[in-house]
Nanobody, 121 residues
Framework: VQLVESGGGSVQAGGSLRLSCAAS????????MGWFRQSPGKEREGLGT????????TYADSVKGRFTISHDSAKNTVYLQMDRLKPNDTAVYYC????????????????WGQGTQVTVS
C-alpha cells in the first residue's frame, strides 16, 4: 500500500487547510485510515480515524469540533479538513492505514505516508 499526502502549507491562526491522502495498492489492506501528527520533540499524536467501509470517523479530544475526516472511495482518498487552526497545530501530518479495525494507537498501523508540513502562525 502506498500513501501520498498533500495539502500542507502555512496559514495564519484561525485559518483552514485541507489535507489529502491518496492510497494505492492492495485494497484488502486499507480497512482503516488514520491521521496523525508529530511536532519536534513530541510523540506522534493520533488525530482521528475512519473505516473505509463506512461508519462515522472518530476524533481525538484535541481536535474534535475543529477537524473533520472524510473518505472518497471512488478516489481512494481520505481528507483531513482543519478549521480554526491554532499555532500549536503546527506539525508534520501523516496518514496511515491498517488492514483491521480502527485504532488510535500509532503502533497498530502498518503503512504510512511521507508526511506533510503544516505551519500555523
Amino acid at each position: 500500500v502506498q500513501l501520498v499526502e498533500s495539502g500542507g502549507g502555512s496559514v495564519q491562526a484561525g485559518g483552514s487547510l485541507r489535507l489529502s491522502c491518496a492510497a494505492s495498492g492492495d485494497t484488502d489492506r486499507r480497512n482503516c485510515m488514520g491521521w496523525f501528527r508529530q511536532s519536534p520533540g513530541k510523540e506522534r499524536e493520533g488525530l482521528g480515524t475512519i473505516n473505509t467501509g463506512g461508519g462515522s470517523p472518530t476524533y481525538a479530544d484535541s481536535v474534535k469540533g475543529r477537524f473533520t475526516i472524510s473518505h472518497d472511495s471512488a478516489k481512494n482518498t481520505v481528507y483531513l479538513q482543519m478549521d480554526r487552526l491554532k499555532p500549536n497545530d503546527t506539525a508534520v501530518y501523516y496518514c496511515a492505514v491498517r488492514d483491521a479495525f480502527c485504532s488510535s494507537n500509532k503502533d497498530a498501523y502498518t503503512y504510512w505516508g511521507q508526511g506533510t508540513q503544516v505551519t500555523v502562525s
